[in-house]
């Protein structure tokens, strides 16, 4: 938020406070890396795909840590990061635009959808059923 009110698209004295959390400034940092929803978020994504990790406290070192198998000739994991980041700002959009509320659970749906579709746009045949990559995706061959 703190850009949309220096950019004018939302007036002085509106709060630039998190959508989700109302805790600090919305930064792009503090939106996607610190802010408890985004790192449960994170944590949810990463139990869903059975992974454990500890996040990192930067934007710098988490974009790294998902470029290290783009690295290995595997794209999968900044995807993961695309659609993480991806259904959160949405999210924080239909907050702040929309006055919608959007819960964790669906933020991780959200996650969960567009990576099936990018899956989905990225093979021929689909290598499994929604049902199954929404109860785990390495069941999908990944």
Not at 26 to 43: D, K, S
Not at 122 to 139: A, D, G, M, R, T
């Amino acid at each position: 938020r703190s850009n949309l009110v220096r950019r004018g698209i939302i007036q002085q004295g509106v709060s630039a406070s998190c959508a989700y959390c109302d805790r600090a400034l919305e930064t792009e940092v503090h939106l996607f890396v610190l802010c408890p929803i985004a790192r449960e978020v994170w944590n949810s994504v990463h139990r869903w795909f059975g992974v454990v990790s500890v996040l990192p406290n930067t934007l710098i070192s988490l974009l790294e840590s998902f470029l290290v198998p783009l690295k290995r000739g595997k794209g999968e994991g900044i995807r993961g990061m695309a659609c993480h980041d991806w259904a959160l700002w949405r999210s924080r959009n239909d907050r702040i635009f929309s006055d919608k509320v959007v819960t964790l659970e669906e933020i991780v749906d959200r996650v969960k959808l567009i990576s099936w579709k990018l899956l989905l746009a990225k093979k021929q045949n689909s290598p499994c059923l929604f049902y199954e990559w929404n109860v785990c995706p390495l069941w999908c061959g990944l």
